[in-house]
T-cell receptor, first 111, second 115 residues
Framework: GQSLEQPSEVTAVEGAIVQINCTYQ??????LSWYQQHDGGAPTFLSY????GLEETGRFSSFLSRSDSYGYLLLQELQMKDSASYFC????????????FGTGTRLTVIP | EAEVAQSPRYKITEKSQAVAFWCDPI?????LYWYRQILGQGPELLVQ????????DSQLPKDRFSAERLKGVDSTLKIQPAELGDSAMYLC?????????????FGQGTRLTVV
């Protein structure tokens, strides 16, 4: 099976930088994705890492270390609208190209 | 802009009744997922289709849940009979087939309340 761990809650100040960590245990690991979900909304894709290293997309960056089974999402220049839940999700190569989600991190941005 | 369509948005049903949810994925997306999300938790994969074929239903409670995608396009998820513990958000997502770095696009979900 799959196991993903994320902090349940994070609070940060507007304009600051915040890092949300994700550790995983799975067989057939292929890559790590990050999704954002606002209250009452659908999850939306943020980033995907299949190789070790940092991927940058605007204010958001995502990092993966396959050897450590670890990744993180970095949010810079935080804005109030970034308050949401953030999920890491693993792509596993089980023949079905599954996508399994963690329990999510609730980010609250305060003024 | 293409999007995943789901209906209904909200459904209230009595325990032991049957309920069905519908999903229309983005055109051309061969992979379709049904997830269940309990408030405060991450989406839990119930079933995954590749075209009209089920490729993973290992987490689907098959005694009461069923899913089909007859023509490889839209899909229906059914619960019969519904139980109180089925109250959750049911999310449908779709993605292009063939690549592991393909983004999954989610619909707005169906919020089910079983009373």
């Amino acid at each position: 099976g799959q196991s993903l761990e994320q902090p349940s809650e994070v609070t940060a100040v507007e304009g600051a930088i915040v890092q949300i960590n994700c550790t995983y245990q799975t067989s057939g690991f292929y890559g790590l994705s990050w999704y954002q979900q606002h209250d009452g909304g659908a999850p939306t894709f943020l980033s995907y890492n299949a190789l070790d290293g940092l991927e940058e997309t605007g204010r958001f960056s995502s990092f993966l270390s396959r050897s450590d089974s670890y990744g993180y999402l970095l949010l810079q220049e935080l804005q109030m609208k970034d308050s949401a839940s953030y999920f890491c999700a693993v792509r596993v190569e089980t023949g079905a190209n599954n996508l399994f989600f963690g329990t999510g991190t609730r980010l609250t941005v305060i003024p | 802009e293409a999007e995943v369509a789901q209906s209904p948005r909200y459904k209230i049903t009595e325990k032991s009744q049957a309920v069905a949810f519908w999903c229309d994925p983005i055109s051309g997306h061969a992979t379709l997922y049904w997830y269940r999300q309990i408030l405060g938790q991450g989406p839990e994969l119930l079933v995954q289709f590749q075209d009209e074929s089920v490729v993973d239903d290992s987490q689907l409670p098959k005694d009461r849940f069923s899913a089909e995608r007859l023509k490889g396009v839209d899909s229906t998820l059914k619960i019969q009979p519904a139980e109180l513990g089925d109250s959750a958000m049911y999310l449908c997502a779709s993605s292009l087939a063939g690549g592991f770095n393909t983004e999954a696009f989610f619909g707005q979900g169906t919020r089910l309340t079983v009373v």
